[in-house]
């Protein structure tokens, strides 16, 4: 009976909650250090916050002037042109914010840093995000959200229970899904410690080209952004579910829906190329 008792309390453990929840605490404590650190200049921190808000307005303001004087473009009005913009600069930059950070990877290579990241008892992704976190990046997410709102009030939407609902979880699986694209990306600079500027081709490339209705691009290109990188499901699905329309390029209309798996599909393919970078890094020795 007691050897009963030894073996059952000699095995595996479950895991706690605590445990599960310790990356996004260790998250919280890092980021907040570089929040306090950035407050100690609130100035520099309010005008840089405003100078990042502009830019977005000024882009937003392009996607106005373009629909204005096309009246529509691919069967999408002015609101519903601004909201694909507000879908797509909503995603990236909550994205941006929180996991950004990680395309500043080569330069950790380049001098030692990762190297000291991999000795702390953190998990050196959670340090390579929270690093240089930065409240002035809100500076995307808040005008993006306001626009949204606003774009939402003034397109011509039948609301449902099923779109209130769904609506915030195809949000989420594009901020999701953006976050993916910036860890997937980054990693190739464990192998190519400058192919920065590479990876931003299909980081802030792929906002570029999602925040207008992909309908305008040719099909091919439609394709490749659905069924190699899926940006389309960062604003273009969630714009078709929202406005209850066909696809114009003749797209499954179940794509729609799929948003929140392909956002964890690409977690798990981020997750699973992080390890094999991380397996494969080897130290610059400095």
């Not at 099923?162 to 999701?176: D, E, I, N, Q």
């Not at 993916?180 to 980081?203: G, K, M, S």
């Not at 209850?244 to 799929?258: N, T």
Request: aromatic letters at 10%; one cysteine or more.
């Amino acid at each position: 009976m007691a050897d009963t008792n030894v073996s059952a309390r000699s095995g595996p453990e479950r895991p706690r909650v605590g445990d599960l929840l310790r990356p996004f605490r260790d998250y919280r404590l890092l980021a907040w250090t570089w929040v306090r650190s950035a407050a100690q200049y609130p100035l520099s921190m309010i005008l840089m916050s405003l100078a990042v808000a502009v830019s977005v307005l000024t882009q937003a303001g392009a996607v106005i002037i373009l629909f204005g004087h096309a009246g529509s473009l691919s069967g999408f009005t002015v609101y519903e042109g601004l909201m694909v913009f507000a879908l797509a600069a909503s995603a990236f930059g909550i994205a941006d914010l929180f996991i950004g950070s990680v395309e500043r990877l080569g330069r950790h290579i380049r001098t030692g840093s990762l190297d000291a990241m991999l000795i702390r008892p953190v998990s050196p992704l959670i340090q390579l995000a929270a690093d240089e976190f930065s409240p002035r990046r809100l500076g995307k997410v808040v005008p993006a959200l306001a626009l949204l709102g606003v774009s939402l009030a003034g397109a011509d939407i039948e609301w449902t229970v099923a779109k209130a609902l769904l609506l915030p979880t195809m949000l989420l699986s594009g901020v999701l899904i953006c976050g993916a694209i910036w860890v997937i990306t980054a990693c190739l600079q464990f192998f190519v410690a400058d192919a920065r500027e590479a990876a931003n081709t299909l980081t802030y490339g792929g906002q570029a080209l999602s925040e207008y209705p992909l309908a305008i691009y040719g099909a091919e290109i439609v394709r490749s952004v659905t069924y190699v990188v899926p940006i389309a499901f960062i604003s273009w699905q969630p714009a078709l579910f929202v406005l209850d329309r066909s696809d114009p390029l003749g797209m499954p209309e179940g794509l729609r829906y799929a948003g929140p798996f392909v956002a964890v599909l690409l977690c798990v393919c981020a997750a699973l190329v992080w390890r094999f970078g991380l397996r494969h890094y080897r130290s610059t020795g400095s």
